[in-house]
């Protein structure tokens, strides 16, 4: 399972960013994910929450944006956005298109930083 070191390596980052604006922990995470990843949400999303246990990103939260895959099609010059990963054909003409333009994704796009409450008691 993959997941678990790219997770990892999204909280190492995320935890270096902190340090760096003197942030005290991170709320949320922000991550653009493709169909062809390589990358299971579900296995992401799952250890994403163990990795976060003891580190500045406990409770954060993992937003994550599909993004779909999208072809180039060189007989209808023109970008289009498919139905199926297992069909890469231009959804116009037919044509088989070589040329994936988007759905590789796998960014960590942005992060909500947050300084922790003081509580009076």
């Known amino acids: 399972m993959h997941e678990l070191s790219i997770a990892l390596s999204m909280i190492e980052m995320a935890s270096a960013e ?27 999303t799952f250890s994403f ?18 993004v779909p895959v999208a072809i180039h ?6 970008d289009e956005l498919i139905d199926s990963i297992q069909d890469l054909r231009c959804p116009r003409c037919g044509e088989l298109a070589p040329e ?17 409450e003081e509580v009076n008691l």
């Open 100 to 116: 994936i333009i988007q759905g590789r994704e796998l960014e960590l796009v942005s992060l909500e930083l947050a300084e922790l």
């Open 73 to 78: 099609c060189e007989r209808c010059e023109t």
């Open 18 to 44: 902190a340090d760096r604006h003197d942030a005290t922990r991170v709320s949320a995470l922000h991550l653009k994910l493709g169909p062809l990843s390589g990358v299971v949400k579900e296995a992401l």
């Open 49 to 66: 929450e163990i990795a976060c246990d003891g580190t500045p990103l406990e409770g954060a939260q993992l937003i994550i944006e599909d």
